[in-house]
């Protein structure tokens, strides 16, 4: 079972790290084959990396 961790963050930096936690488990389904990949939401990690200005 996993680990349970409390973090105190700023409101921005919830959301942020919602919408990346958000978006990783989109791109958990679509290495599954998700039919929505090929309707253009996210088409490669580079295309997410670019999204959120990660290096």
């Known amino acids: 079972m996993g680990k349970m961790i409390t ?3 700023p409101k921005e930096d919830v ?3 919602v919408r990346v936690l958000e978006d990783i488990r989109f791109l ?3 290495e599954k084959g998700n039919e ?7 088409k490669t990690l580079d295309q997410l990396k670019k ?3 990660i290096q």
């Open 51 to 53: 999204k959120y200005k």
């Open 36 to 42: 929505e990949i090929d309707k253009g939401k996210f």
């Open 28 to 30: 958990e389904k679509a």
């Open 15 to 17: 959301a942020a790290l």
């Open 7 to 9: 973090m105190k963050l």
